[in-house]
């Protein structure tokens, strides 16, 4: 028999009392209704493929039903929630990703993305297993560290393609590898958000990810290229490049993650794989193989593409009049005279549809291609491609060592909400406080990338490619933010109603198995709903009630949850319809999907397996600091 509690007499006089059995007095009872707004959220957009943001508020207006008529949550409390919910998502959260976001259509539009696009390709040998590893391992992290919601897949893919991948191996490859940077996806969001949700510090959750993920990072690579291009052309032949990539970001990842925070691993390891593997092929290189060439193909999205026709304007000096060629444009003739690197392009191949051509479903090249010379951008042209990325670095780290995030800052306690709510389970007032920073991480990189936009001027881009890169964000954003906007409003009714804490007491009856499923929460989470984010915003205090419960590690199962829900991100039906979208095989999300579904059941049970030892086994491994609830 499980034992609810119930408050004191005295709370029901001034708080609203949030009840754990609200449903005639039955716990398992309370629990299927709770999990009513969840269920659905789940099944619009996993099973009816409804878009995220009808799916986020259609869960919405459904939980504030059962809030205010089951939980008997005043409305006035209720619409208070909301609205903190609401709040939250749109400050610190998008102002964060809006920035980093800005920052990158900034670099397309100006021609420093081609640029910096130009240095990876001509600083390492025209082999498909060393670009898998470069542009689908550290490159994508680098994207997701300062874009993340989706940009690092659509992006590799296609370029992975323009080098003579096929897309289905292009996709699932990079889907494959954005597994451990997405728990620390654009700057470090989705921990933030948990540690708001959860009354955790976001430095111990990242500490927590810095012990799990990079074991992970570490044997990605080989793992990667093992189903790549089998034993012997993948593992005995580049195990030393794995071996460089992998060590370099695990240790990275690790170091950031336990001292510094969310906001770098990502970045900082991405930076330091890629640089890794780039000095490491100027000695060594893996045996030729004449079937992992690299070749520069037409983009199949679009036929052309950027894809190849920017590196093949920047060798043939074609017409560089647009605001994206502005930059490039100032150094072509001393590029154009020195090439380095011989690729082979596919310039009269016509747009084929892979969705009416069998044989374009893996991508097969169908046509003799003929050869082109890539120019090895110089110092002045490797400066300016690696600025916006330095930029960030340095902006963030002097923001995170300096406090600046908290000058100024102030709590704002909402309305009729912040201790007004008595959380039964916890016999204590509930707290509402917005953490209103004016200076917070978002800053920063809008300082970052106004000082970008400064470097664009100098060097010649036209002002008005600003204005068509913040149109580029509002289009690419609008969605999103409602998105986030409406997941964050359901997280904080669901919490702040009491439902979360009916369902995470239900399942804390599982007990020492709690571990190894909650990965698998996660996991569900971000399936369903394409976002670590929204997992953690879903899901993240329902771990950390059902820990408490148990008597478990708050903060392992705070970073569960986020481990867990990274496995399947590769596999969520979001991600996959974004990813093949790119690549021109738009309704052939199943064939990447049957590539992927295993590796995802493997991490996830591998992710499970790695809790349940850290708890059981090594719990010294475990920070004992910050569950701001437990010190309280």
Request: proline fraction near 6%; charged fraction near 10%.
């Amino acid at each position: 028999m499980i034992e609810i509690p119930v408050a004191p007499p005295e709370a029901y006089e001034n708080y609203f009392v949030q009840e754990l059995a609200p449903i005639r007095g039955s716990l398992v009872g309370s629990f299927f209704v709770g999990l009513i707004p969840l269920l659905l959220l789940l099944v619009l957009l996993g099973v009816f493929r409804v878009p995220a943001h009808y799916s986020a508020l259609s869960g919405l207006i459904v939980c504030i039903f059962i809030a205010i008529f089951a939980w008997h949550m005043p409305a006035q409390q209720a619409f208070s929630a909301i609205a903190n919910g609401i709040v939250f998502a749109n400050w610190p959260i998008m102002w964060i990703v809006f920035n980093a976001m800005n920052t990158y259509n900034v670099a397309v539009r100006s021609g420093i993305f081609d640029l910096y696009r130009r240095w990876m390709l001509t600083n390492a040998p025209p082999d498909r297993r060393v670009y898998l590893v470069l542009i689908a391992f550290s490159f994508c992290a680098i994207l997701e560290g300062v874009a993340g919601f989706g940009t690092p897949g659509a992006i590799c893919s296609a370029l992975l393609v323009s080098l003579g991948f096929k897309p289905l191996d292009a996709l699932t490859f990079v889907l494959l590898f954005d597994t451990t940077p997405v728990a620390f996806g654009a700057l470090g969001i989705p921990v933030t958000t948990l540690a708001r949700l959860t009354n955790i510090e976001a430095t111990a959750i990242s500490a927590m990810l810095g012990r799990q993920l990079p074991l992970f990072s570490l044997f990605l690579p080989i793992y990667a290229l093992f189903f790549y291009c089998g034993f012997r052309a993948g593992v005995i032949e580049c195990w030393p490049l794995a071996l460089v990539a992998g060590l370099s970001f695990a240790i990275t990842q690790g170091i950031f993650a336990n001292l510094v925070g969310p906001e770098l691993p990502d970045l900082l390891s991405g930076l330091v794989s890629m640089f890794s593997i780039i000095i490491f092929v100027q000695f060594w290189k893996p045996k030729y193989r004449e079937e992992y060439k690299a070749v520069l193909v037409a983009n199949p999205a679009t036929g052309g593409g950027t894809e190849s026709k920017t590196e093949h304007d920047v060798v043939n000096n074609v017409d560089n009049s647009s605001p994206r060629s502005s930059i490039s444009n100032a150094s072509q003739s001393n590029s154009r005279a020195k090439p380095q690197t011989t690729f082979v392009e596919d310039t009269t191949e016509q747009h084929r549809d892979p969705n009416v051509d069998a044989d374009e479903e893996m991508g097969e090249l169908s046509k003799p291609p003929t050869t082109a010379e890539l120019a090895k951008p110089t110092l002045y042209e490797t400066i300016l491609a690696w600025s916006p990325w330095f930029i960030i670095v340095v902006i963030v780290i002097i923001w995170t060592f300096a406090g600046v995030a908290k000058q100024g800052a102030q709590q704002v306690h909402f309305p009729h909400l912040h201790d007004r709510v008595w959380l039964t389970l916890y016999n204590k007032p509930y707290d509402a406080i917005w953490d209103f920073q004016p200076l917070a991480t978002g800053t920063a990189i809008l300082i970052a990338c106004l000082l970008f936009d400064v470097i664009c001027l100098i060097y010649g881009a036209k002002p008005i490619i600003f204005v068509h890169a913040f149109i580029d964000t509002c289009k690419q954003l609008v969605f999103a933010d409602i998105t986030v906007s409406a997941i964050m409003a359901f997280a904080y009714l669901y919490n702040y109603s009491g439902i979360v804490y009916t369902v995470g007491l239900t399942l804390a009856q599982v007990g020492r198995a709690f571990p190894f499923l909650s990965a698998w929460i996660g996991w569900i989470g971000c399936f369903l709903t394409g976002s670590d984010t929204s997992a953690n915003s879903l899901f993240g205090n329902l771990q950390v009630v059902a820990a408490r419960e148990i008597g478990l590690s708050t903060v392992l199962m705070a970073a569960t949850n986020t481990s867990g829900a990274v496995t399947s991100k590769m596999i969520s039906p979001q991600t996959l319809t974004t990813g093949v979208s790119t690549i021109g095989m738009r309704g052939k999300e199943g064939f990447i999907l049957r590539r992927t579904i295993l590796h995802s059941v493997l991490f996830a049970c591998l992710v499970g397996a790695l809790a349940c030892f850290q708890q059981y086994v090594i719990p010294g491994i475990l920070p004992t600091w910050g569950d701001l609830e437990a010190t309280t």
